[in-house]
């Protein structure tokens, strides 16, 4: 299976958690050069202006789905709503490479995903992917919930034990912005110096991984928590107390986030 029919299966596993309404969601992955050379690369001289690249992903190839593209149905249509850019070597552009038939561009969240990308890849040499949607217990939750990263990360940690675990370097919350521009890209890439995952208040999340199943996994393990938040209506009676969260750092030997607990 190359990676297109991977981002197929798995746009349509978000899609049946209920995560990705009409075109929500965009998926990009860093592709090694044994990945290139299983695909056709051509210049088809489209390209899409992006300035002040960062030096750091100048001559990658991404796979990345198609702005409108509806996940229920990526799989069906690989070769229109998903495709494979190659950022420019010097000028300030990336260039459509294979895919995005029929007219088809790539993510309007397109700022988000590279400078994502440049961010993770300066901290974690494994990194590969970008996931973002609207998982709705988590939209749910930055309705309901103070919108504090320490605090929303504390309530998500107390909530269930694997939370912490998982994210030890709990969670970067953005204010609400605008999506789609390059703002919203470089405030979301600061954020995933630090974080593998960045929520945006009344909108969705983004996770960054390793693998699929890294980034959705991430993407699940939250929407749990935030789901039991709002299963309990935010009524915190028994949550796991600051000296239960510091037993489970001593024991897993974790590097917490500072000032959360
Ligand atoms: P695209 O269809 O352009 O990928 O946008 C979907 C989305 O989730 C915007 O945040
Ligand atoms: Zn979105």
Known sequence: MNILEEIGNITFQMWQKG??????????????????????????????????????????????????????????????????????????????????????????ELYTHLLGHSSRLKVDPNHKIIMHNHATEIVAMTIKHELDELKFTKTLWSLCTECIILLPEGIGLMPWMVCGNRKIGEESALKLLEHRVVIWPQHGIFSAGTSFSDCFGLIETVNKAAKIYLITNGELNNVLSSENLMEIKKDFNLTIREGII
Do not use: Q
Not at 43 to 70: D, V
């Open 19 to 108: 995560w990705d309404e009409y075109n929500a969601g965009n998926i990009s992955y860093l592709l090694s050069d044994d990945e290139v050379d299983e695909f056709e690369i051509i210049e088809s001289n489209r390209f899409i202006n992006f300035e002040n690249i960062p030096n750091n992903l100048r001559n990658k190839y991404i796979a990345i789905t198609a702005s409108g593209s509806h996940f229920r149905v990526i799989k069906d249509h690989l070769d229109d709503l998903t495709g494979v850019i190659k950022v420019a070597d010097t000028l300030d552009c990336v260039e459509i490479v294979y895919g995005f038939n029929n007219s088809n561009y790539p993510t309007s």
